[in-house]
DNA sequence: GCTCTCGTACGATACTCATCGTACTACGAG
DNA sequence: CTCGTAGTACGATGAGTATCGTACGAGAGC
């Protein structure tokens, strides 16, 4: 991978930590590659979150999404999310807000993350899934 | 999984041999899963698979792709791609046909192949990767 | 200060998967 | 039947990853 860890250090310094919170590394725009992003979306824990951040319109922290798996697992999705540039993410006081990252997708994918997101609400009312909107959204 | 192996006897029955070759096992429309597709997607040698695919917007035999794997590997990669939807293959003597599955896939996810494929050329112009007409195919 | 909550980091584990090599089957041509 | 070509099957292997538990860090409220 080349996204380099960022060297943060503990109980020792609080270099990054503004009122608005720590960096966190993101890919740039132009490191977006495409491969990842399917990859990111083809688990289905994954995909709900992008669904719902979707359906949202809105930033949402990690502790909102109602996933079946421990705090550490729901952390490292969000991370795969981030890192394949799919989510940006922003420390608010304690909680993490997570926003979809539209901009740089529409730019970088023209159509193709609401094509996605468009399938996906398709297979749920299909299937008979839940979480959004069941048909003609 | 749920795809079952067909029980493939062998040096014993020719049953599914016919002249235009073996059966091979596809998932019925219903069955193709968005997250199989995007997992299936999400590899680069399957990606350009793919997208030489839609190029081509013809039937290929496995050994047409100019591949940087092992046979076996390749066979590999078409069996994914089957297996999630994306491909359907047909014997036909010893070459086995490759075609994308545009109608089954267009049927379910309106738009999204075309996202994609659009998406990967876009990539690959950026990257000045090649494989397909650089821009304005 | 203490404590509560939100989220991270690290290690472990079990599973998936991309890759290979070798042995094999299936078909077509001589 | 023999040979060559296209592709499969199986086993191995090394890398990736989804999951967990536990210990920890950062901010908010008392």
Same mark, same amino acid.
């Not at 009122?19 to 990842?36: C, F, K, M, V, Y």
């Given at each position: 991978m080349a996204i380099e860890e960022v060297p943060r250090r503990r109980a020792d310094a609080v270099t990054e930590t503004a +009122?608005? !919170?720590?960096? *966190?590394?993101?890919?740039?725009? +132009?490191?977006? @590659?495409?491969?990842?992003v399917l990859h990111a979306?083809?688990?289905?824990?994954?995909?709900?979150?992008?669904?719902?951040? /979707? +359906?949202?319109? /809105?930033e949402l922290t990690c502790s909102q999404f109602d996933l079946p798996v421990t705090k550490s697992t729901t952390t490292h999705h969000f991370r795969v999310l981030r890192e394949s540039g799919v989510v940006r993410q922003v420390y608010r006081g304690t909680a993490k807000m997570n926003g979809?990252?539209?901009?740089?997708?529409? %730019?970088?994918?023209? !159509?193709? *993350?609401? %094509?996605?997101?468009? /399938? /996906?609400?398709?297979?749920?009312? @299909? *299937? &008979?899934?839940? &979480?959004?909107?069941?048909? &003609? !959204?």
């Open positions: +009122a608005t !919170g720590r960096a *966190l590394t993101h890919p740039d725009r +132009a490191d977006i @590659r495409l491969e990842s979306l083809s688990d289905p824990m994954r995909l709900q979150i992008v669904r719902e951040l /979707a +359906a949202k319109e /809105a979809l990252r539209r901009d740089d997708l529409d %730019s970088l994918f023209p !159509g193709l *993350l609401d %094509s996605l997101l468009a /399938a /996906a609400d398709r297979q749920a009312a @299909r *299937l &008979g899934d839940t &979480g959004r909107t069941p048909v &003609g !959204g």
